[in-house]
């Protein structure tokens, strides 16, 4: 066993899992994986001992837990990689930073309507609400790409905790046939030609459990 272990949900649906997940590959950090599979009637049971929110994903390392991901990207980021995981520049850290934090707090349509399923593929018709949030992350990841990316073919050039952040919101936009501009869509395939995002949507694939496209949940 490795000093750490990430709680995750099911690859196919738990948005959120991904994020912590796709940093400690791309970053290349060992560490043991805890599925539990969500919305069970024991999956409170399951990750009582592990979360106090009773959501996933935990990252387990020592004698602290570390809930949200969003926290557990940065935990990784202070303790483990020297903070390698945001832009160098104080400007790029603080545009790093807001898009993040806007792609954890905001989107909620998006969140809601078109939930993360890496088996789904079948065109949905954005809402009015939908069409305003597609055209926010169009948006951010044309303007970061255009102003901060010249350095690689992630939002800030080289991959950061931004990047993991939207891994989700593409496969979404995949699954659903979200219209982009060509520079997002262009971003859009780089999330998805990830080999570790790939790793991601085929083990998500694999797995036997299915919810109804229609659950609710904030990932
Ligand atoms: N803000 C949290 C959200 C976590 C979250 O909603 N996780 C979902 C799965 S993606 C979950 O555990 N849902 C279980 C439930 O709501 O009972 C984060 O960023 O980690």
């Given at each position: ?9 099911n ?49 387990l ?63 949905l ?17 044309s ?25 989700a ?16 869509n ?34």
């Amino acid at each position: 066993m490795t000093e750490l272990r990430l709680v995750i949900g099911n690859k196919n649906y738990s948005a959120w899992s991904l994020c912590p997940w796709l940093m400690l590959k791309m970053y290349d950090i060992d560490f043991d994986e805890i599925k539990i599979q969500l919305y069970q009637d024991n999956t409170a049971e399951k990750l009582g001992p592990f979360s106090p929110s009773l959501k996933v994903p935990v990252l387990l390392h020592k004698d602290i837990n570390v809930w949200d991901s969003l926290s557990i990207c940065e935990y990784i980021n202070e303790e483990l990689i020297g903070g390698a995981a945001w832009p160098a520049s104080a400007k790029l850290r603080a545009c790093a930073r807001s898009v993040s934090a806007e792609a954890h707090s905001e989107f909620l349509g998006l969140k809601r309507d078109w939930p993360m399923n890496c088996k789904a593929s079948f065109p949905l018709t954005p809402s009015e609400v939908l069409i305003n949030e597609i055209a926010r992350i169009d948006a951010i990841w044309s303007c970061c790409r255009r102003k901060y990316g010249e350095n690689g073919s992630y939002l800030f050039g080289r991959f950061s905790i931004a990047d993991c952040m939207y891994a989700a919101m593409a496969i979404r936009f995949e699954s659903y046939g979200a219209e982009l501009s060509s520079e997002a869509n262009t971003y859009m395939q780089t999330l998805l030609d990830n080999p570790f995002v790939q790793k991601w949507i085929t083990l998500g694939r694999r797995e036997k459990e299915t919810l109804s496209i229609a659950y609710s949940s904030t990932g």
